[in-house]
């Protein structure tokens, strides 16, 4: 597996991660338990040194399945998880008191000493973001964490927060099918010498070819209420799928391995983070990392795409209100 660095100031990581909510998360079933430490553990043996997780997975059980999946490569691996939601309650939760709650929380689950990696999983507009980023400027004084993160967080946010304690890396949602962070995101980032974490870079699975028109889903998974996946609007992003399928077709590879090797070859900072509970797609997700797109064939992809408007938002009303712009 080849690596990237996370900014300036991070660690290197394996160039595409694994992320852990769907195993506990979202999708409106658990995992089987076993499976997913087996899948966990495949990853680690692969190559992948890059694992995502967050309180709120669950919530709780994801980090307590991740901590127990990868304590035997202790020292080998990268944990990132977040704080930031009032668990059990509605809304955002960013006060200083809690992300030292959090943290406390999250290392005990985590079964680890430091937390690699501490995002703050929404921009929490009731707490300057100074007092957030301060707050984890001491943790990390105080050896509780390494570095700092944000999470679909504006401009803004991350000049203003940066100011106060260094941003190892901003994780947001990105991909052929998502391509906003291109307009102010990612020169920023650029800029300032921060690592990029696309989640999503399948598009919710979207991507991969395995959702057609026809595709329903289960009111507990949360696809059920993204817009872009709507019965109306799934039909009219299928052109996406068959974009990306013909360039699968021609190198011989699968449409989700393009869908990967096209975010790795953006820029060298970029380190997605698929997630799946089946060890097949681990492994043909892990195998974009080998893929090298030819300059046409960037070209080709980027002149095609270019035509076509994504049908729908990619929130639904509620979880767009979370959104720091």
């Known amino acids: 597996m080849k690596s990237r660095k996370l900014g300036i100031s991070g660690p290197e990581v394996s160039a595409i991660g694994l992320g852990c909510m769907g195993m506990s998360f979202g999708y409106g079933v658990i995992a089987d338990k076993k499976q997913s430490m087996d899948l966990i553990r495949k990853a680690a043996e692969l190559g992948v040194t890059f694992f995502d997780t967050a309180e709120v ?16 490569f202790k020292g080998q691996i990268i944990i990132a998880t977040k704080f930031g939601f009032n668990i059990g309650e509605q809304g955002l939760n960013s006060r200083p008191e809690n992300i030292r709650s959090v943290a406390e929380a999250s290392l005990k689950r985590l079964r680890i000493d430091c ?12 707490v300057p973001i100074e007092d957030v980023a301060g707050t984890v400027k001491d943790l990390i004084k105080e050896g509780k964490v390494k570095h700092f993160g944000l999470s679909e967080a504006g401009v803004k946010t991350i000049r203003r927060a940066h100011a106060v304690c260094s941003i190892t890396a901003l994780q947001s ?74 360039i699968a077709l021609q190198k011989k590879i699968t449409p989700a391995q393009v869908a990967i090797a096209w975010l790795l070859a953006q820029k060298p900072f970029i380190v997605p983070i698929p997630g799946t509970t089946k060890t097949d797609r681990l492994v043909e997700n892990l195998g974009a990392a080998s893929v090298i797109l030819s300059d046409e064939e960037l070209l080709e992809i980027e002149a095609a795409s270019a035509k076509i408007k994504p049908a729908g938002d990619r929130y639904s009303e509620g979880s767009a209100k979370l959104i720091d712009r």
Request: proline residues 8%.
């Open 57 to 72: 997975y669950g919530p709780y059980i994801n980090e307590e399945l991740v901590g127990e999946a990868l304590e035997p």
């Open 115 to 126: 937390i690699d990696l501490f995002y703050q999983h929404r921009v929490d507009k009731g």
């Open 173 to 246: 949602e990105y991909s052929l099918w998502w391509r906003e962070p291109e307009d102010e995101i990612i020169p920023t980032l650029e800029e300032l010498g921060i690592g990029f974490v696309p989640f999503s870079p399948l598009g919710k699975g979207f991507l991969t070819g395995k959702i057609n028109e026809n595709t329903t889903f289960d009111s507990k998974d949360f696809r059920s209420t993204v817009p872009r996946l709507s019965p109306g609007n799934l039909k009219a992003n299928l052109v996406f799928v068959d974009l990306i399928k013909e």
